[in-house]
C-alpha cells in the first residue's frame, strides 16, 4: 500500500456538493483506502482574461492504495468527468478538479502526470489542508510545510466546512 494524497477544488453547479460526492466516490475506487480528510478551505478564485470566478472549495484527502499512480490518474479522471469537469481553459472555473498531490515519496515526470503536483509549494489551499493532516509530512523539494505556508500567506484562507460524515 502506497500513501498518497489528493486534492479537491471546485468553484461551480454547489462546490460543497461537488467535493462531498467526489470524496464518496474515491471511497468507492478499488484498491483505495481514505485514511483522513482535511477540512474544506474557501479561497479567491484567479482572475482569467479579466473575468473574475467564484471563489473555490478545496481540500485534500490522504489514502492509501495498491493503484500505480497512472491507474490513480484514471480513476481520479472518471470521477471529475461523472461530475462535469469540462477542460476549456487552463486555471478555469471548474466543477470539479481531482489532482495527485503526493504519490508517497515518488517524483513523477510524464506525459500526463506530474508528482509532487507542480505547484504544491505555491498554493496555501493545498499547502494548509496538508498541514492540518500532517505537518511533518515530506515533499520532496520542500524544506518544509510550515515554511511553504508562511511564504504564501498572502493567500488567505478561510475554514468554511467539514466533509460530511460517511
Not at 23 to 46: D, G, M, R, T, W
Request: charged share 20%; hydrophobic share 35%; with cysteine.
Amino acid at each position: 500500500m502506497v500513501r498518497c494524497y489528493i486534492g479537491l477544488g471546485s468553484n461551480l453547479k454547489n462546490p460543497l456538493q461537488q467535493l462531498n460526492q467526489a470524496k464518496q466516490k474515491i471511497i468507492a475506487l478499488p484498491k483505495i483506502n481514505v485514511l483522513n480528510c482535511s477540512s474544506i478551505y474557501q479561497s479567491a478564485a484567479l482572475t482569467i482574461d479579466d473575468e473574475p470566478q467564484n471563489d473555490y472549495l478545496n481540500a485534500v484527502i490522504e489514502i492509501q492504495t495498491t493503484l500505480n499512480p497512472e491507474q490513480l490518474l484514471d480513476g481520479l479522471q472518471q470521477i471529475e468527468s461523472q461530475q462535469g469537469r469540462i477542460r476549456e481553459t487552463r486555471w478555469g472555473a471548474r466543477t470539479l478538479d481531482l489532482d495527485i498531490l503526493l504519490y508517497a515519496e515518488q517524483q513523477i515526470k510524464t506525459a500526463r502526470l506530474t508528482v509532487p503536483h507542480i505547484e504544491i509549494k505555491n498554493r496555501n489551499f493545498v499547502l494548509l489542508p496538508l498541514f492540518e493532516l500532517s505537518p511533518n509530512l515530506k515533499i520532496p523539494n520542500i524544506d518544509s510545510l510550515q515554511k511553504a505556508i508562511e511564504k504564501n500567506q498572502h493567500q488567505v484562507l478561510e475554514k468554511v466546512n467539514e466533509f460530511k460524515s460517511e
